[in-house]
Structures are given as C-alpha cells and as structure tokens.
C-alpha cells in the first residue's frame, strides 16, 4: 500500500515536472512539495492524543479505535451495555418491592399486594437493598465511562513508545573489593 502510493506522487511528481514546460510558469505562484518520507507515512507519527480523548468522550470505543486497539472496544460497549443492564433491572425491582411495600401498608382493604400476607419491613428491606444496586449500576457506568476516557488517552501517548528486543539485563558478579566481607551479585541493565 505504501509503495502504490509513494509510486503514485512519484509518479504524479514527473507529469508535473514534464507538463511544466510546455506551460508559463507564473513566479508568484507557491511551490507544493510532497514528503515521501518513512516518518511522513507512519500513521504513529500523525497520531494525536487529544483527538484519542475527544473521539472517546463523544462515543465511548472510538478512541480505542483511534489508536488501533480494536480488541478494547468491544470491552467498554460490554461494560457500558452491562451497567445499563443492571441500572434497568434494579430500578424495575426496586420499584416492583417499594410498591409492594405500600401497599402492604396502607390502610385501604381493598388494595391488593403481590406480597401479601410477607412481613412489610423485609419487602422494605429488599426495595431499600435493590434501590442501593441501582445507585451502584449508575457509579458503574460512570466509572466505565470515565476509564474508557482514561484508557485511550494513556494508550494514545504510548503510541510512539517503543520497545525493542534489543534491551537484556545481565546478571554480574560482583568482585571482591578490600574491607568487603561477602562477594555480592548486581544487576547491570544493558541497553542497546
């Protein structure tokens, strides 16, 4: 792909260049040049991380995305989709119990309770119990939201962060020196 389009303005460059005399070159006219360059052409080079944090503030995996880990999106639309999940079915229990509840409390006979003839301080109980679940599922998709944000910003600045297999450690003796009494061992990292 790289070299069809280093090809391509090459080749784009000689057409201008052989078209250019047959034509009056104006001198005021401004001078386009193309970089061919390696660096030019590596997507790592062009990448930002503010556009990384914004795309994922706006629609949370797309900064992901951005920076090419398309294995992490999936994970955050799972955990979004699984918070929301949880936000839905508590705050349908949780109502289900508190309306159960007063029901059993109120005094009119002719309300009928799905929970009738339970104690009205355990079906509070467990409406006070899934309330707290919901409040929890919102803290969730607020915090999955948030380290989705975080996630592609820090990703996006190790971008450019290499890590070669030219990097070893060695492990050295150390040799005696006078007035030591123990040989010891140390740790010498080597980069190359």
Not at 50 to 55: I, K, R, S, V
Not at 107 to 115: A, I, L
Request: proline share 4%; with cysteine; aromatic share 12%.
């Amino acid at each position: 792909m790289r070299s069809t389009l280093a090809f391509g303005c090459f080749l784009s460059a000689c057409l201008a260049v052989a078209q250019e005399d047959s034509t009056i070159v104006d001198p005021a006219a401004t001078v386009r040049t193309i970089d061919l360059s390696a660096d030019s052409l590596n997507w790592r080079m062009r990448h930002k991380p503010q556009l990384a944090t914004l795309y994922s503030a706006i629609l949370p995996g797309a900064g992901q995305i951005y920076n090419r880990k398309y294995w992490k999106a999936p994970i955050v639309w799972g955990g979004l989709g699984l918070s929301v999940f949880f936000i839905q079915r508590n705050t349908r229990e949780y109502e289900r119990y508190r309306n159960g509840y007063v029901d059993l409390v109120d005094d009119d006979p002719t309300t009928v309770s799905e929970f009738e003839g339970s104690n009205a301080q355990s079906v509070r109980d467990v409406a006070d119990t899934y309330h707290k679940w919901r409040d929890m599922s919102f803290l969730a998709v607020t915090a999955v939201y948030i380290l989705n944000v975080v996630d592609a910003t820090v990703d996006a600045h190790f971008v450019r962060f290499d890590v070669g297999e030219d990097l070893s450690m060695d492990l050295v003796p150390t040799p005696l020196v006078a007035g030591q009494v123990a040989p010891g061992l140390s740790l010498v990292f080597a980069f190359r």
